[in-house]
RNA sequence: GGGCCUGUAGCUCAACGGUUAGAGCAGAGCGCUCAUAACGCUUUGGUUGGGGGUUCAAAUCCCUCCGGGCCUACCA
């Protein structure tokens, strides 16, 4: 039995996700729990949210909360989405758990004690007016380059310049307006990537199976300009874990706390070590996940995230654990993924363009938005979500090919021999057949998951779908019936074994449907086909079955139109 | 500016130097009547963004031009 450990990116505290987001991480991620699960694999799912940070701190000032307030409410409102899509964490951890706070000062420590951390004293924007240091973006001002008035600290968006906050004239607080600004000396500790730039460099040349906008990314980042650079990993902030060298205070460090980027990756493990006491588990439970020296040798650590994260999974974080000198389990494999567009457009957080998880759960059943965003995961290039598209394939995959098949045996049965499975009938060389196709398929099927080919799995699972209808149409027990009821009986027997088939393939996509048809057919659990032939004789002659309801029903083209107009802009 | 990714049928995508570039959807025709007007079969549709080159052989490798996207290190 192998041993997988899963951890989709975490979703940042300040709002509900997007679409966008889901499908980038924490749903792919969840495909691939489900179906290592499924196949009896031991597996360990995390999750958290990531809450610290200057945007957390100015999401709960907005809210009028404090922030720890803050960040528990929409922990439990994202806690809250993720089961409603589904999401089948082990555990859904909090960056700001004593156990991440512990474990990143500890990082610190070791880091500090290998040499790896220096003290870098360096000048900052310091807002009187808000009472706090200025990360460059949140800086305003008009562009010396092109005069747009509203150019960001970091660069400016209208004719996309480089800059530096000192470049701006007149520079004001993005938060406050405040022009009451000043450049102020402060002191904040680096992390040498530099030095352990040979060492990932050689590490990520031995990951030749990786998806190549991984190693693409992180070959861009170790030798670009003079190659890797060191990186702050402090700020100016109230709101983080407070710098400490392992449990020894930073002289120098007072008032300051770790960047978001270095604790953020660090809450995957402390998020393992969270999951050990809810679950009532000792320290060496979640250790024989992390620890090469106490178990973990022999685990396969795949990480699942956008684009935008694979820098610090790729390098950062990497260098952090290679850097402590201690053995912690490296990631063996990252799946990162392009982006979803929203009709001609990107998802907005901030202009609300888009779906997002509270309004997709609001209008249609988890297992439509999985089935769709995971059959168009944007695994090669940026994918384009369009209602009509959404609407067109939904309806055909799951309402005619699968939940019609489904709907027609059942309801052929009930009429012809009622709701049990009915007995008569020899094997015929179409069955065998259809069996020697289904187990091609299935292990097309399961190649293409092992690969974490999300797209090709999809497209297998439904002609999987599709090959019982064809096989149905094919043997078309209604005639069959007519003159020779034991044959028809035995074509009916083996397309209801079909849908027990089905529920067990299709539930790392669809769990919900999955259930159902479990439920219908009287399935005790669903186990995975390793053997087609002996799965497909599951429900033998007289097991009682329900007709389910319908398993899918269709978008109309109503309801289409009403989305289109209700998600164009300004979420309300 | 630099780097990376990408451009294949109306749409979403396969094909990773080797038959005649393939699937699904959409379109057309036929069939079936068990079923959510569902299903099955057949079929239309491509100068692989343009041009040049390497090769016995190019969607695939090289050059160049055009279009789209991402990243560029203090948002996360």
């Known amino acids: 039995m192998a041993r997988i450990l899963i951890t989709s990116a975490i979703p940042y505290i300040n709002g509900i996700k997007h679409l966008g987001n889901l499908v980038g991480s924490q749903l792919p991620a969840d495909l691939h729990a489900r179906y290592h699960r499924a196949r009896g694999n031991e597996v360990l799912f995390l999750c958290s949210t990531d809450e610290h940070g200057t945007p957390a701190e100015l999401a709960a000032a907005k809210a009028g909360k404090p922030v720890a307030d803050y960040c528990a409410e929409m922990h439990a409102v994202q806690a809250d989405l993720a089961k409603g899509f589904c999401l089948s964490f082990d555990h859904f951890g909090r960056s700001s758990s004593p156990q991440n706070r512990r474990l990143t000062q500890y990082f610190a420590g070791r880091l500090a004690d290998q040499g790896l951390i220096r003290e870098v004293s360096e000048r900052q924007v310091y ?119 392992g449990t020894e205070d930073w002289p120098g460090m007072e008032g300051k706390v770790f960047y978001v980027w270095f604790d953020a990756p660090i809450e995957y493990i402390a998020s393992a070590a969270e999951w050990a006491e809810a679950s009532n588990l000792t320290d ?83 297992d439509y938005w999985r089935w769709w965003l995971l059959s168009h995961v944007p695994e090669s290039s940026d994918t384009e979500f369009t209602w009509e598209n959404f609407q067109t394939n939904v309806n055909k995959d799951l309402a005619d090919v699968l939940g019609n098949f489904v709907s027609r045996v059942t309801k052929f049965c009930r009429s012809k021999f009622g709701e049990a499975v009915p007995a008569g009938g020899a094997d015929t060389p179409e069955a065998a057949a259809l069996v020697a196709d289904l187990t091609a398929r299935v292990q097309q099927y399961q190649a293409h998951m092992d690969a974490i080919d999300i797209r090709k799995a999809a497209a297998e699972l439904r002609a999987i779908w599709v090959v019982g209808n064809e096989y149905l149409q094919n043997a078309a027990p209604w005639t069959l019936y007519k003159t020779d009821p034991d044959a028809a009986a035995a074509v009916t027997r083996l397309a209801l074994n079909l849908i027990g088939l089905y529920a067990a393939l299709s539930q790392p996509f669809i769990p919900n449907a999955s259930e159902t048809l479990r439920q219908a057919m009287g399935l005790a659990s669903l186990d995975w086909p390793e053997d087609v032939a002996a799965a497909l004789t599951a429900l033998s002659a007289g097991a009682p079955f329900t007709v389910p309801d319908v398993l899918f029903r269709k978008i109309t083209d109503e309801e289409r139109e009403g989305w289109q107009e209700q998600f164009a802009g300004q979420r309300g």
């Open 127 to 245: 807002s009187h007016a808000d009472g706090r240091f200025l990360p460059d973006r949140y800086i305003e001002g008009t562009c010396p380059n092109c005069g747009y008035d509203r150019a960001r600290g970091d660069q400016c968006e209208n004719c996309t310049k480089q800059l530096d906050p000192t470049d701006l004239i007149d520079p004001r607080s993005a938060i406050s307006g405040s022009t009451n600004l000043e450049v102020r000396e402060t002191k904040h500790l680096y992390l040498r990537q530099s030095v352990l730039r040979p060492d990932l460099e050689a590490w990520i040349d031995t990951k030749t199976d990786w998806p190549i906008l991984t190693t693409s990314i992180a070959k861009k980042w170790l030798n670009d300009g003079d190659g890797l650079q060191d990186r702050g990993i402090t700020r100016d902030l109230d709101w983080g874990v407070p710098v400490k060298k």
């Open 284 to 366: 060496s439970e979640w250790e024989r996940w992390w620890r090469t020296d106490k178990g973990a040798e022999d685990v396969r650590y795949v990480q699942f995230m956008g684009k935008d994260n694979v820098p610090f999974h790729t390098l950062s974080f990497p260098a952090t654990i290679m850097g402590s000198g201690d053995p912690w389990k490296l990631v063996d494999y990252i799946k990162s993924f392009n982006y979803l567009n929203y009709d001609g457009g990107q998802f907005s957080t901030s202009q609300g363009r888009g779906v997002f998880m509270d309004q997709a759960l609001s209008i249609l059943p988890a």
